[in-house]
């Protein structure tokens, strides 16, 4: 399958999953966008979350961590969202609420070069547990690293620890280049 | 001298000469941490110790992404450094009221870095 086929594949069915999302969610919907993600965007999903919680009953420290996951959430499809044939960005992101929690989704086209890299990190995380995360995550911070483009790289590894490894991922191959990327998370709530 | 206005996603950092403190306030979750951050830690590098003979960082975070963490790690360390040549400074970590990863953040900095920093909390109105 060419890549022009594998994008348009991936561009049908990104689209269909949100459109089913958003349907699926029309009374429950916190914020949500499909399609380029910017800096400007991420600003405006955290405004949109924090006014939408403005006067829930949530703890402070609850709805900070929640906009926490945003920020490392979309950051990270800025960062790793894989253009292909440098067309425009195909992802979209989500915040619903549910009756006990919060629900994020992500979506994003991968290559399927980098998707291995990105299965064998976020397994060894998976598998360790809450303890091992925190100590993981000392570590990085002792070690205080960062990559070429100066970013620290341990997004995901936050992510898992902040929400008590309540994440699921599915990778969906389209093609012998590109994948889907589909990420899910729960926040559980706590009332203030 | 160092003086940075907020932004929605970035903190404000300001250095008062006279009292030798150094602020970051507010968010700081940039697309470009290297950029906010390199300029502090050049700051701190060339901070002239039998000039200014002590520093006070003081820390107060609301939304702070996990690559701004591991800056202001290298910041903390810089400072430690600093001190074992001589500088006499204190870093004061405050925290809002409930946001315990905050002040879990900042227990984790003054482990790895054997700073004495103190926490203040600061309480919801």
Redesign the interface.
């Given at each position: 399958m060419s890549l022009g086929k594998q994008y348009q594949d991936c561009e049908k069915i990104i689209l269909k999953n949100y459109q089913d999302l958003r349907n699926r969610h029309s009374d429950n919907l916190i914020c949500s966008h499909i399609g380029e993600f910017s800096?400007e965007i991420?600003?405006s999903l955290?405004?949109l979350t924090a006014n939408s919680l403005l006067k829930a009953p949530y703890?402070?420290?609850f709805k900070?961590?929640l906009?926490?996951i945003i920020?490392?959430i979309v950051?990270n499809i800025?960062a790793h969202s894989d253009k292909i044939q440098k067309k425009s960005q195909l992802a979209y992101f989500m915040v619903v609420e549910e009756k006990d929690g919060f629900q994020l989704y992500s979506t994003n086209t991968i290559l399927n070069k980098n998707a291995h890299l990105f299965v064998d990190c976020i397994n060894n995380l998976i598998e360790s547990n809450t303890d091992e995360l925190n100590t993981i995550?000392?570590k990085?911070?002792?070690l205080?690293?960062?990559d070429k483009s100066?970013?620290?790289g341990?997004?995901l590894?936050?992510i898992l620890y902040?929400t008590d490894k309540n994440f699921a991922y599915e990778l969906i191959q389209i093609g012998e280049e590109v994948s889907i990327l589909n990420l899910s998370l729960t926040l559980k709530k706590e009332m203030a | 001298m160092i003086y940075r206005q907020a932004t929605?996603?970035s903190p404000e950092v300001k250095f008062n000469i006279e009292s030798k403190i150094l602020i970051i306030k507010g968010n700081s979750?940039?697309?470009?941490?290297?950029g906010l951050y390199n300029p502090i830690k050049q700051f701190i590098e060339n901070y002239n110790i039998e000039e200014m003979s002590s520093l006070e960082l003081h820390c107060h975070f609301?939304?702070?992404?996990?690559?701004s963490?591991?800056?202001i790690?290298?910041l903390i360390?810089l400072l430690a450094d600093k001190r074992s040549k001589g500088l006499n400074c204190k870093v004061i970590w405050t925290y809002?009221?409930?946001?315990?990863?905050m002040l879990d953040l900042g227990e984790?900095?003054a482990?790895?870095s054997k700073l004495d920093i103190e926490f203040k909390v600061e309480l919801?109105d």
């Open positions: 800096q991420l600003i955290v405004s703890l402070k420290g900070r961590r906009e926490y920020i490392e950051q800025i995550l000392k990085h911070l002792k205080a690293e960062l100066g970013r620290a341990i997004g590894l936050s902040k | 929605n996603d979750y940039p697309e470009n941490c290297s609301n939304l702070l992404n996990s690559t963490s591991v800056h790690a290298q360390m809002d009221e409930h946001d315990e990863e984790k900095l482990s790895i919801d």
